[in-house]
């Protein structure tokens, strides 16, 4: 996939809508983790040098078309020591701005026309504009009008991040050094039949855990206690399970897990083996053998992607030994030069931050939906339309 960057491009003097993925978590007023922004910086930065003119385009949450202020970019612009300009659909701070100036608009979100692509919002959102550049690959899956509409009104091309993206994943996907492993966790197996399709066609070995695994565990005839788990999913995780055998791809599920009595996060937590499950049991992370065996596939693989933890990492340290020996093993193998890691996900990346081992990845993904989707093989149509064909 060739795209059009703003590599050698002429932006100086030229008014640049940026649309940038600063959908990050906020606790009373502060940003808790400015990953996304951070990896958004190499972009805005080469505009500056270049004398553009830049305007940045992104939302916050799902205000559903109103202007919630809940949802407000205000944190963001104090973050990033931006001017915020209070309508995204403002045209009245362009004549004052100069070559290298930034602003943050709010949230585009605040419009219905946004998420329904509406040719006249983004008409009106495009509008001012001599050039349109995404820098989002975490919506890039959407055709919304900041992705997509805009980009059918304005000479359009992908950003050092979204190009980045692009360009790391299409390796892993297309020419994987072998063996290659895949980790893939979570609560729904019918939000990821597809990636789960995916992966055992490219892999060599998939580990499935989290609530995943546990409906896999079900659908295999073990107890799953009064645990997450898609009881409507059995036909289509032994479906799976046989397109994997199929491709003669090792599938490894959970073989013991860490429970409780109830579902806290200061809950006695015991290590039990699938086939002792109780009735009563409540499943929150992975178990000790299921650990071992877990990191054993890391030291045999030469890629891995991961995508999801495998328990409650958030509860740590408790409920976090399943993801965070996960993420050590990783990052252990990556630094070592014997790995190349490739990790995405919002659970997921928030785990390695709080184990400290983000930095010791080969890519981290900024997408979610976006990294699953392109793994699946869907067009996203953000992408799509910044091919250079």
């Known amino acids: 996939m060739k795209l059009r960057t703003i590599e050698n491009i002429d932006v100086r003097g030229k008014f640049v809508l940026l649309r940038d993925d600063f959908n990050v978590q906020i606790v009373d007023g502060k940003i808790t983790d400015g990953f996304r922004i951070e990896q958004s910086m190499p972009t805005i930065n080469a505009l500056r ?3 553009a003119k830049i305007a940045i385009c992104a939302h916050l949450g799902r205000p559903k078309g109103t202007r919630n202020m809940e949802y407000s970019l205000a944190p963001v612009a104090e973050y990033m020591n931006v001017p915020l300009i209070a309508d995204c659909l403002d045209k ?3 004549p004052s701005m100069k070559e290298g100036d930034v602003v943050l608009l709010e949230n585009v979100r605040f419009y219905e026309g946004e998420e329904k692509n509406d040719p006249a919002f983004a008409q009106k959102l495009a509008s001012g504009y ?20 805009v980009a059918e009104i304005l000479p359009s091309y992908a950003g050092k991040l979204l190009a980045s993206e692009i360009e790391n994943l299409s390796n892993v996907m297309e020419n994987p050094a072998r063996p290659l492993l895949s980790i893939v966790a979570g609560s729904k197996v019918s939000t990821k039949i597809g990636v789960l ?15 995943l695994g546990t409906t896999f565990n ?3 005839g073990h107890k799953v206690g009064n645990s997450l788990f898609e009881a409507d999913q059995r036909d289509t995780a032994l ?3 046989e397109y994997a055998k199929e491709q003669n791809c090792q599938v490894l ?4 897990k860490g429970v409780a ?21 409540v499943i929150i992370d992975a178990g000790a053998e299921t650990t071992a065996r877990n990191l054993a596939a890391i030291d045999a693989a030469a890629t891995v992607i991961w995508n999801g933890t495998v328990g409650m990492a958030e509860w740590a340290p408790v409920w976090s030994q399943g993801s965070f020996a996960i993420a050590d093993e990783i990052a252990k193998r990556t630094k070592e030069g014997k790995l190349v890691s490739i990790v995405g996900g919002g659970d997921t990346v928030a785990a390695l931050e709080v184990s400290g081992t983000k930095a010791d990845m080969t890519y981290v993904s900024t997408g979610g939906g976006a990294f699953l989707e392109f793994i699946e093989g869907r067009v996203l149509p953000g992408i799509a339309i910044l091919e250079d064909k």
């Open 49 to 51: 040098a270049a004398g």
């Open 92 to 94: 009245d701070f362009m």
């Open 130 to 149: 001599d050039i349109f550049v995404n820098d989002a690959f975490a919506v890039s899956h959407r055709a919304h009008a900041s992705t997509v509409g």
């Open 197 to 211: 399709r995916a992966l055992a066609k490219l892999s060599d070995t998939l580990i499935i855990g989290g609530a």
């Open 218 to 220: 079900y659908a295999q």
């Open 239 to 241: 479906e799976i399970l």
């Open 253 to 256: 599920l959970p073989l013991d």
């Open 261 to 281: 009595k109830e579902f806290k996060r200061d809950a006695t937590r015991i290590n039990r083996a699938v086939a002792d499950m109780e009735d009563d049991d």
